[in-house]
């Protein structure tokens, strides 16, 4: 009896079993079913625009992530193989070895992965062995969704008004029962990579704050829908709350699906009237997600240039000690001060004072948006490649569907507003607990008899601010102002 021709399921970023079409049509044909993960760095370096390699805390996620996905498919019988190398001829070299009838993979709506793919593809067809291909990673899929100049939309609310008016996406897939593989195939062990910091282990704070996986994934999806979405459109914004659903490094890496999310949400929206406002307002930052990949397809190098062109003419300032002092979290500003570290610790940041971060960053110290947005795509374990340069694209006031450039945060009326009680920065920055809620977001207005009962030395224990936020403001908007006069 010949054993049947094995199908390779190509993984990518969608490192889960449910809801992954290609998982699920190559295990409903019957045929034997070998996971793929290659780590290419060769072919992403020669793609126009490159696709870009992984920051350092997106590395150390991806290793978490492949181990719970090798053990996900051991125990539904498959088999998960490592390889290093070209995408297409990784692929085509594993088809060959194992006698593949075919490899099947989930579509990636993103210039570089799909050039990739085309490679992949080709190599595949000169050996007669067919590829499929499934859409899985949006809701809509850009090409579904144009305006009359056939480009993405750039305005979210509109853009979101048609996603809805589309209506639901398909229901998600279930995970396979059963699978089969083969066994004996040579795989790169995981350890071998180098994805995880070793000398020095700076991922303490990541292993201490996340469980990467799609275990875990649809587990904080459950429990923030059974716990954490009443209050959520007000609870979201403020980061001494747990009032986010922290599924974003999740999303970023397939570990649960945009329509896993959307149709649980819908659920249990059903389930309770209730919860209807609170359920819209999270449904719109999925939303969101999805409105900046749209961008990002038709705008690959959205991390490189500015989606409103005459901001090619703003002149940016470069100071490596204002850049160090925000980086390390030290600029004088507790509520940004708070979120930097926040950042360095977890590899995450609350969606409120990352705005407030950034504006700091793009328009009190007048730094180039691409900087800051380099330094998240290291640090952040949900850095996604449409989200993070459009959300600082927004803030910069250059980005498709940007905020006003005028609308320059105030770091003190944003902590005060958003942290009351100062829970938040007494929690990531604790050199200043001892303050009263009136002085925490503003220390450097305490008496000092103030700052010594609270053991506070400005300058020494905690620095003033690098800059006055009155004549940060005034100065950065006679900077936009001056590209204005040129345009």
């Not at 072919?43 to 992530?65: E, F, H, I, K, N």
């Not at 088999?79 to 995408?87: D, N």
């Not at 853009?159 to 059963?178: E, H, I, N, S, Y």
């Not at 390390?328 to 971060?357: C, F, K, Q």
């Amino acid at each position: 009896m010949t054993r049947a021709q094995p199908i390779i399921v190509w993984f990518r970023d969608d490192l889960r079993l449910s809801d992954h079409p290609a998982l699920h049509e190559a295990a409903a044909s019957g045929a034997p079913v070998v996971g793929l993960y290659v780590r290419d760095e060769e072919s992403r370096a020669l793609m126009p625009p490159a696709l870009r390699r992984l920051g350092g805390a997106t590395r150390w996620w991806l290793a978490q992530s492949l181990r719970a996905l090798g053990k996900s498919l051991t125990m539904a019988g498959g088999s998960l193989v490592l390889r290093t190398g070209p995408a297409a001829s990784v692929i085509a070299t594993l088809a060959r070895e194992i006698g593949a009838r075919a490899v099947f993979w989930n579509d990636i709506a993103q210039a570089p992965h799909q050039a990739v793919a085309r490679e992949v593809e080709a190599a595949l067809a000169s050996d007669s062995i067919d590829s499929q291909i499934f859409r899985g990673d949006l809701l809509v899929e850009p090409k579904a969704l144009r305006n009359k100049d056939n480009r993405a939309l750039r305005v979210f609310t509109p853009f979101w008004r048609r996603v809805q008016g589309l209506g639901d996406p398909p229901r998600p897939l279930p995970a396979p029962k059963r699978l089969t593989s083969i066994g004996g195939i040579a795989s790169d062990a995981l350890d071998d990579w180098g994805l995880e910091p070793t000398r020095p282990d700076w991922a303490g704070g990541l292993r201490e704050t996340w469980t990467p996986g799609e275990a875990a994934a649809q587990a904080r999806l459950k429990r923030f829908l059974d716990e954490g979405i009443s209050g959520y459109a007000d609870d979201r914004d403020r980061p001494d709350r747990d009032g986010t659903s922290r599924l974003s490094p999740h999303l970023r890496f397939g570990e649960i699906s945009p329509r896993q999310v959307f149709h649980a949400a819908r659920f249990a929206a059903a389930e309770d009237s209730r919860l209807a406002g609170d359920i819209d307002k999270f449904l719109s930052e999925l939303g969101w997600r999805e409105f900046c990949r749209h961008l990002l397809f038709d705008v690959p190098d959205m991390a490189d240039r500015n989606l409103q062109e005459l901001f090619d003419a703003f002149r940016w300032r470069r100071s490596a000690l204002a850049l160090e002092a925000w980086q390390r979290g030290l600029t004088g500003y507790p509520i940004v001060d708070a979120g930097m570290r926040e950042l360095w610790h977890s590899g995450v940041m609350h969606n409120r004072v990352r705005m407030v971060a950034a504006s700091f960053l793009v328009k009190h110290l007048l730094i180039d948006w691409r900087t800051g947005e380099q330094w998240f795509w290291d640090t952040l374990v949900d850095a996604d490649a449409g989200s993070n340069p459009a959300n600082w694209q927004w803030v910069a006031g250059c980005g498709a569907d940007a905020a006003p450039y005028f609308r320059v945060f105030n770091p003190v009326l944003q902590g005060e507003k958003f942290d009351p009680d100062g829970g938040y920065v007494r929690r990531w920055v604790p050199e200043l607990a001892q303050l009263s809620n009136e002085l925490i977001h503003q220390p450097w207005t305490a008496t000092p008899i103030e700052l010594a009962s609270a053991g506070i030395e400005l300058g020494k224990t905690y620095p003033p601010p690098i800059v006055d936020h009155k004549q940060g403001r005034e100065r950065a908007l006679a900077a936009y102002a001056k590209i204005r006069r040129k345009d």
